[in-house]
Protein backbone atom coordinates (compact mmCIF):
# COMPACT_ATOMS: atom_id res chain seq x y z
CA UNK A 1 0.00 0.00 0.00
CA UNK A 2 1.30 3.33 -0.89
CA UNK A 3 1.00 5.74 1.30
CA UNK A 4 0.40 9.70 0.55
CA UNK A 5 3.41 12.36 1.53
CA UNK A 6 0.46 13.86 4.22
CA UNK A 7 0.14 10.20 5.60
CA UNK A 8 3.21 9.15 5.94
CA UNK A 9 4.14 12.40 7.37
CA UNK A 10 1.36 11.29 9.85
CA UNK A 11 2.57 8.01 10.64
CA UNK A 12 5.96 9.33 11.39
CA UNK A 13 5.51 12.29 13.85
CA UNK A 14 2.94 9.62 15.63
CA UNK A 15 5.52 7.15 15.78
CA UNK A 16 7.97 9.79 17.09
CA UNK A 17 5.88 10.53 19.46
CA UNK A 18 4.81 7.36 20.76
CA UNK A 19 7.01 4.64 22.76
CA UNK A 20 6.77 1.88 20.37
CA UNK A 21 8.17 2.08 16.63
CA UNK A 22 5.74 0.70 14.92
CA UNK A 23 2.60 2.97 13.80
CA UNK A 24 0.34 -0.24 14.31
CA UNK A 25 1.03 -0.76 17.30
CA UNK A 26 1.39 2.37 18.40
CA UNK A 27 -2.07 3.59 17.78
CA UNK A 28 -2.83 1.56 20.74
CA UNK A 29 -1.29 4.43 23.37
CA UNK A 30 -3.23 6.67 21.69
CA UNK A 31 -6.70 7.79 23.70
CA UNK A 32 -9.60 10.74 22.43
CA UNK A 33 -9.92 13.60 24.32
CA UNK A 34 -11.54 15.98 22.64
CA UNK A 35 -13.11 17.46 19.66
CA UNK A 36 -13.22 21.03 19.08
CA UNK A 37 -14.02 23.34 16.24
CA UNK A 38 -12.36 26.43 15.77
CA UNK A 39 -13.85 30.17 13.60
CA UNK A 40 -10.10 29.63 12.07
CA UNK A 41 -7.36 27.41 11.43
CA UNK A 42 -5.63 28.11 14.50
CA UNK A 43 -3.92 24.55 14.76
CA UNK A 44 -2.38 21.72 12.32
CA UNK A 45 -2.86 18.42 12.19
CA UNK A 46 -0.03 15.77 12.40
CA UNK A 47 0.22 15.72 9.32
CA UNK A 48 0.95 19.33 8.71
CA UNK A 49 -2.84 20.69 7.57
CA UNK A 50 -4.32 23.63 9.05
CA UNK A 51 -7.52 22.97 11.37
CA UNK A 52 -11.02 24.33 12.36
CA UNK A 53 -12.30 21.09 13.21
CA UNK A 54 -9.44 20.21 15.81
CA UNK A 55 -9.25 16.20 17.47
CA UNK A 56 -7.11 16.02 20.58
CA UNK A 57 -5.26 12.71 21.40
CA UNK A 58 -3.10 12.06 24.03
CA UNK A 59 -0.67 9.31 24.14
CA UNK A 60 -0.79 7.80 27.81
CA UNK A 61 2.28 6.20 28.46
CA UNK A 62 4.62 9.61 26.94
CA UNK A 63 1.89 12.21 28.35
CA UNK A 64 2.20 13.75 24.64
CA UNK A 65 -1.55 15.43 23.15
CA UNK A 66 -1.71 15.71 19.79
CA UNK A 67 -4.40 17.30 17.48
CA UNK A 68 -5.57 15.45 14.32
CA UNK A 69 -7.81 16.91 11.27
CA UNK A 70 -10.85 14.56 10.41
CA UNK A 71 -9.66 12.71 7.47
CA UNK A 72 -6.26 11.30 9.51
CA UNK A 73 -8.77 10.25 12.42
CA UNK A 74 -10.57 8.34 10.41
CA UNK A 75 -7.46 6.61 9.43
CA UNK A 76 -7.14 5.84 13.49
CA UNK A 77 -10.21 5.19 14.40
CA UNK A 78 -8.78 2.80 17.15
CA UNK A 79 -7.22 5.91 18.63
CA UNK A 80 -10.48 6.17 20.04
CA UNK A 81 -10.40 3.60 22.55
CA UNK A 82 -11.00 4.98 26.40
CA UNK A 83 -12.44 8.39 25.51
CA UNK A 84 -13.81 8.64 28.68
CA UNK A 85 -11.36 8.36 31.66
CA UNK A 86 -11.92 10.60 34.00
CA UNK A 87 -8.68 12.56 33.59
CA UNK A 88 -9.28 12.48 29.44
CA UNK A 89 -12.86 13.81 30.06
CA UNK A 90 -11.27 16.23 32.75
CA UNK A 91 -8.45 17.28 30.09
CA UNK A 92 -10.89 17.77 27.34
CA UNK A 93 -12.76 20.66 29.19
CA UNK A 94 -9.72 22.12 30.58
CA UNK A 95 -8.12 22.00 26.75
CA UNK A 96 -11.17 24.43 26.06
CA UNK A 97 -10.76 26.51 28.58
CA UNK A 98 -7.08 26.89 27.55
CA UNK A 99 -8.36 27.48 23.98
CA UNK A 100 -7.09 24.35 22.88
CA UNK A 101 -3.42 23.42 22.29
CA UNK A 102 -1.28 25.43 20.00
CA UNK A 103 1.46 23.36 18.70
CA UNK A 104 0.93 20.25 17.35
CA UNK A 105 2.84 17.39 18.07
CA UNK A 106 6.25 17.82 19.97
CA UNK A 107 3.92 18.20 23.19
CA UNK A 108 3.98 17.45 26.45
CA UNK A 109 1.33 17.26 29.30
CA UNK A 110 3.71 17.99 32.20
CA UNK A 111 4.48 21.48 30.09
CA UNK A 112 1.76 21.96 29.46
CA UNK A 113 0.42 21.82 32.70
CA UNK A 114 2.85 23.94 34.42
CA UNK A 115 2.13 26.67 32.01
CA UNK A 116 -1.69 26.40 32.79
CA UNK A 117 -0.72 25.76 36.66
CA UNK A 118 -3.27 28.28 37.68
CA UNK A 119 -6.27 27.45 35.18
CA UNK A 120 -5.81 23.93 36.01
CA UNK A 121 -5.78 24.13 39.97
CA UNK A 122 -8.75 26.48 39.48
CA UNK A 123 -10.15 23.92 37.48
CA UNK A 124 -10.02 21.22 40.14
CA UNK A 125 -10.53 23.46 42.97
CA UNK A 126 -14.18 24.44 41.57
CA UNK A 127 -14.69 20.66 41.44
CA UNK A 128 -13.37 20.54 44.99
CA UNK A 129 -15.47 22.80 45.97
CA UNK A 130 -18.72 21.64 45.09
CA UNK A 131 -18.63 18.17 46.55
CA UNK A 132 -20.41 17.67 50.29
CA UNK A 133 -19.28 14.65 51.11
CA UNK A 134 -16.45 12.85 52.62
CA UNK A 135 -16.41 9.83 50.20
CA UNK A 136 -16.10 11.47 46.96
CA UNK A 137 -14.08 14.16 48.84
CA UNK A 138 -11.54 10.87 48.96
CA UNK A 139 -12.33 9.95 45.76
CA UNK A 140 -11.19 13.16 44.37
CA UNK A 141 -8.14 13.13 46.33
CA UNK A 142 -7.07 9.35 44.88
CA UNK A 143 -8.02 10.68 41.24
CA UNK A 144 -5.58 13.71 41.81
CA UNK A 145 -2.81 11.37 43.20
CA UNK A 146 -2.83 8.84 40.73
CA UNK A 147 -3.62 10.97 37.52
CA UNK A 148 -2.11 14.14 38.19
CA UNK A 149 0.37 14.43 40.71
CA UNK A 150 2.94 13.69 38.25
CA UNK A 151 1.77 16.68 36.02
CA UNK A 152 1.88 19.47 38.74
CA UNK A 153 2.34 20.33 42.27
CA UNK A 154 -1.26 18.88 43.86
CA UNK A 155 -0.77 20.13 47.56
CA UNK A 156 -2.67 22.97 47.50
CA UNK A 157 -5.46 21.32 46.03
CA UNK A 158 -4.59 18.59 48.53
CA UNK A 159 -4.97 20.81 51.65
CA UNK A 160 -8.07 22.30 49.89
CA UNK A 161 -9.93 19.21 49.84
CA UNK A 162 -8.30 18.61 53.89
CA UNK A 163 -10.38 21.69 54.44
CA UNK A 164 -13.14 20.63 53.07
CA UNK A 165 -13.33 17.32 54.74
CA UNK A 166 -12.72 19.27 58.39
CA UNK A 167 -15.84 21.07 57.59
CA UNK A 168 -17.91 18.82 56.46
CA UNK A 169 -17.19 16.88 59.78
CA UNK A 170 -17.85 20.07 61.62
CA UNK A 171 -21.05 20.41 60.11
CA UNK A 172 -22.20 16.53 60.50
CA UNK A 173 -20.96 17.16 64.26
CA UNK A 174 -23.05 20.14 64.59
CA UNK A 175 -26.23 18.65 62.73
CA UNK A 176 -25.89 16.08 65.63
CA UNK A 177 -25.64 18.72 68.23
CA UNK A 178 -28.50 20.12 67.17
CA UNK A 179 -30.35 16.41 66.36
CA UNK A 180 -29.58 15.11 70.16
CA UNK A 181 -30.53 18.86 71.93
CA UNK A 182 -33.71 18.18 69.66
CA UNK A 183 -34.02 14.78 70.78
CA UNK A 184 -33.69 15.59 74.05
CA UNK A 185 -36.26 18.97 74.59
CA UNK A 186 -38.57 16.37 72.94
CA UNK A 187 -37.95 13.61 75.61
CA UNK A 188 -38.56 16.82 78.41
CA UNK A 189 -41.85 17.87 76.78
CA UNK A 190 -43.17 14.49 76.47
CA UNK A 191 -42.11 13.79 80.84
CA UNK A 192 -44.21 17.48 81.11
CA UNK A 193 -46.87 16.49 78.97
CA UNK A 194 -47.10 13.00 81.02
CA UNK A 195 -46.89 14.53 84.50
CA UNK A 196 -49.09 17.21 83.44
CA UNK A 197 -51.34 14.11 82.45
CA UNK A 198 -51.69 12.38 85.79
CA UNK A 199 -51.86 15.82 87.62
CA UNK A 200 -54.80 16.52 85.59
CA UNK A 201 -56.46 12.49 86.58
CA UNK A 202 -54.97 12.85 89.98
CA UNK A 203 -57.48 15.86 90.11
CA UNK A 204 -60.36 14.80 88.11
CA UNK A 205 -60.22 11.42 90.39
CA UNK A 206 -60.14 13.53 93.65
CA UNK A 207 -63.00 15.91 92.42
CA UNK A 208 -64.66 12.85 91.61
CA UNK A 209 -64.30 11.30 95.19
CA UNK A 210 -65.34 14.62 96.93
CA UNK A 211 -68.67 14.94 94.64
CA UNK A 212 -69.36 11.00 95.88
CA UNK A 213 -68.45 12.25 99.30
CA UNK A 214 -70.93 15.21 99.09
CA UNK A 215 -73.55 13.17 97.27
CA UNK A 216 -73.19 10.34 99.79
CA UNK A 217 -73.51 13.24 102.56
CA UNK A 218 -76.67 14.66 100.98
CA UNK A 219 -78.26 10.81 100.72
CA UNK A 220 -77.52 10.22 104.38
CA UNK A 221 -78.20 13.85 105.99
CA UNK A 222 -80.49 11.59 107.84
CA UNK A 223 -76.91 10.14 109.33
CA UNK A 224 -78.04 8.63 112.51
CA UNK A 225 -80.81 6.80 111.04
CA UNK A 226 -78.69 5.07 108.41
CA UNK A 227 -80.79 5.67 105.75
CA UNK A 228 -81.29 8.05 102.98
CA UNK A 229 -83.75 10.60 102.87
CA UNK A 230 -84.96 9.08 99.47
CA UNK A 231 -85.51 5.53 101.03
CA UNK A 232 -87.25 7.13 104.30
CA UNK A 233 -89.75 9.06 102.15
CA UNK A 234 -90.21 5.66 99.73
CA UNK A 235 -90.53 2.84 102.12
CA UNK A 236 -90.52 3.32 106.12
CA UNK A 237 -93.26 3.25 107.53
CA UNK A 238 -95.16 6.25 109.91
CA UNK A 239 -94.28 4.20 112.93
CA UNK A 240 -90.60 3.59 111.71
CA UNK A 241 -90.35 7.22 111.45
CA UNK A 242 -91.39 7.92 115.07
CA UNK A 243 -89.70 5.44 116.06
CA UNK A 244 -86.32 7.17 114.81
CA UNK A 245 -87.74 10.12 115.88
CA UNK A 246 -88.13 8.93 119.38
CA UNK A 247 -84.40 6.89 119.70
CA UNK A 248 -82.54 10.43 118.04
CA UNK A 249 -82.31 8.74 114.87
CA UNK A 250 -83.82 12.27 113.32
CA UNK A 251 -84.69 15.71 114.08
CA UNK A 252 -88.30 16.39 114.61
CA UNK A 253 -87.32 19.07 112.14
CA UNK A 254 -86.11 15.78 109.95
CA UNK A 255 -89.16 14.07 110.76
CA UNK A 256 -91.01 16.98 109.05
CA UNK A 257 -89.69 16.75 105.82
CA UNK A 258 -89.88 13.15 105.88
CA UNK A 259 -93.46 13.68 106.20
CA UNK A 260 -93.78 16.42 103.70
CA UNK A 261 -92.20 14.40 101.13
CA UNK A 262 -94.30 11.53 101.47
ZN1 LIG B 1 -3.96 15.16 8.85
Known sequence: MTLTNSQKRFNDNLIKLSIE?????????????????????????????????????????????????????????????????????????????????KNIGDFNLVKYCKRNFKIIIDFHLNKITQITNIKELYDYKMYLLKEW??????????????????EIIETERLENEIIETERLEKKRLEKERLEKERLEKKRIEKERVEKERIQCKKNYIFGNSGKTLLWLVNNSTLIEIQSLLNNGGITEEQYNIILDKR
Open 149 to 166: NSFFNINNLLDEIKRIEN
Open 21 to 101: NNYEQCIDEWSFIEYIKKTDYDNNCLCGKPLIHQYYFINEKTEKIICSGKSCKQKLERLKKNPNSRKNIDLSKIIRMTNGI
